[in-house]
């Protein structure tokens, strides 16, 4: 466990950011450099069946110690950083016995991590906390849920007593821009289950997620002088304006909580001749969020009604909600819950306003719960982790390892 510090130290002053408008995988040729660190790691800690493959997907084994069949399980996290912020040049600052006061990120900077604003911080009054020095954001999204993946398994190769199945893990890249699950191989990892370590503060623990839709509307006009427009004009504007004002007022980001779903106009651009609009429907029940796409057919086809044809809409399915893979199944979020407790966590379960690598891997044929890799405010420089909640987390996965042989038969 000595090793989880120096090791998640290591891990974020390497730069992984990862890069939305690349085309190859990894998306970003540095990402080979901490996956090429990881696959030594792993045969040094004692893995079997350590494998990379051409777009760094690192796989490894942990052997079942026991003699009755047990299910495979995995674990996995993501080994590169948002695009959002920098993840060059990361300078970690330990901070032990944290006193619950301002923490002063860069005087020179004037940057200050302050209970004021964040108030989480006090929770971990007394403890160790790990943040950036004000100019980059930290990467324990989500290299904490490594380095307590590798320390976890580190511990079970040395604990030996404790008795366990086959243990599969998985790093992976191109998780922040959304492409962590696509060249996942599902049927090589070959575990009955798994649980992505990418979750933010101690005890989360997540199985419902959004389901997620795009949808590109389009208005044609016609342009004509205005002087001389009556009952020929048809502004491509104009029809975009109407549409917007045909959507539940109320049901957008900025009023929606908990399992509230809504539509998300982000671009909208226009001139007479034509009017684009982007937005995204969100809901976590699946009924509701069919009748969403409904709503937006029936205006668009109300819209043509009234002004003849000039708007078109095109509706894309992102993602869907996890549940419904997970609930058949769902004694492996009772394991979870079960090992948190057992280590002293109130498991705080509640569903993600977004979605996760597990959804896609759910829907993939691997049940993909999310559990807490213990980090705050992601992406950004006041991203911060108590190294308790890191040893926690890594208790957590060998629990979890060690409850799912001794409970299943
Ligand atoms: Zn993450």
Redesign the pocket.
Known sequence: MEKLLPRFLEYVTTDTQSDPYSKTTPSTEKQWNLAKKLVMELHQIGLQEVSIDENAYIMATLPSNVDKKVPTIGFIS?MDTSPDFSGKNVKPQVIENYDGKDIVLNKSKNIVLSPDYFEDLLQYEGQTLITTDGTTLLGA??KA?VAEIVTAMEYLVQHPEIKHGKIRIAFTPD??IGRGAHKFDVKKFGADWAYTM?GSQIGELEYENFNAAKANITFTGKSVHPGYAKNKMVNAIGIANEFMSLLPVREVPEHTTGMEGFFHVHKIKGEIEKAEIELIIRDHDAVHFEARKELLKEVVDKLNQKHGDYVDLVIEDQYRNMREKVEPVFHIVEIAEEAMKSVGIEPIIKPIRGGTDGSQLSFMGLPCPNIF?GGHN?HGKYEYVPLESMQKAVEVIVKVCELTARQIK
């Open positions: 993501h999204d989500d849920g998780e922040e990418d890799a992601f």
